[in-house]
């Protein structure tokens, strides 16, 4: 029995379905479970793993906190909140996308989603230099490897959660251990360096947010082996909540365009930025309703 009940409240254009059937497209997915409508997820608040489980409301979206983990309430709350991007003001971007022809058709089915981000840090680059040029599937499956490897397993209710696998964990790795996985070479020691890097405080959300702006922190992450501008922009959009990253080489947002455009062929990478252009300050947004588009596309289809 749950020992917390909350209420978060949404935005008027929130829509918890998006959210919900953004979050339900692989059946490899490892870090939350999704039965009946509902979620459940562990996560760490103040060093404790905590167990909550969140679904829709009249008034927003309920919240059920297991156990009595000194701030859980507040941890999830802030959690729940930055992964679904509540805070965000849409009608910006819902204006842009009602005057341009290649986001208006996405912008009208998906209506209500948010980018639905990764709030930790390691997570975010493991999954990315995870996903460099291998297809999505494949990803899902190597990060199942690796968290259910890795992490701390959670039982509750018959289900196994788990809390994503630690950086002092990983940082005390070797690539080794990785390969054991069927993760490259190159990406294991990508993920340990990475790894190391926060473990030392080298490298923190805190400190890329201090930068200022999306060229400075595309700089600062460039300069780390094995993150290219695909995964700085990743980070950026999905963990450091930059509305107008834009990871232009993504195969993915190639495929979209091409959908949307009604072209016989991907389109070049000076036609992906030129496309970006009118939506500068929005681009993130642009790029991962486009995503959508095109997996809603390729499951009706």
Not at 3 to 13: A, E, K, N, R
Not at 160 to 178: I, K, R
Not at 253 to 265: E, F, Q, T, W
Not at 293 to 301: I, K, V
């Amino acid at each position: 029995m749950a020992d917390i009940c909350l209420l978060i409240d949404t935005p008027d254009d929130f829509s918890f379905t998006e959210s919900l059937e953004y979050l339900s497209r692989s059946a490899d997915e490892c870090m939350f479970h999704i039965r009946d409508g509902r979620v459940t997820r562990a996560i760490e608040v103040g060093g404790n793993p905590v167990l909550f489980g969140m679904e829709q409301h009249p008034d927003g979206i309920l919240v059920n906190i297991d156990g009595e983990v000194e701030g859980a309430a507040a941890g999830v709350e802030r959690f729940i909140r930055d992964w679904l991007d509540l805070a965000r003001d849409l009608v910006p971007f819902y204006e842009l996308s009602e005057r341009d022809p290649l986001l208006r058709d996405a912008v009208h089915r998906h209506q209500g989603l948010r980018v639905v981000g990764i709030p930790d840090l390691f997570e975010t680059f493991v999954w990315a230099i995870l996903g460099q040029q291998i297809t999505v599937a494949f990803a899902y499956v190597l990060k199942r490897r690796f968290v259910e490897t890795f992490g701390q397993a959670i039982e509750a209710g018959g289900v196994t959660h788990y809390l994503f696998p630690s950086v002092e964990t990983v940082a005390g790795l070797e690539p080794e251990a990785l390969r054991e996985l069927k993760i490259t070479a190159r990406k294991s020691e990508y993920i340990i360096g990475v790894a190391r890097m926060i473990a030392d405080g080298e490298l923190t959300k805190e400190g890329l947010l201090a930068l200022g702006d999306d060229r400075a922190i595309e700089q600062r992450l460039t300069a780390i082996r094995g993150i290219g501008p695909w995964t700085a922009n990743y980070v950026l959009m999905r963990c450091l909540r930059s509305p107008d990253a834009y990871p232009a080489a993504d195969v993915g947002l190639h495929n979209a365009l091409k959908l949307v455009a009604g072209l016989d062929r991907k389109p070049t990478l000076p036609e992906v930025e030129t496309f970006a252009e009118p939506w500068k300050g929005w681009r993130a947004y642009a790029t991962f309703y486009l995503w959508r588009y095109l997996g809603s596309e390729m499951e009706q289809g």
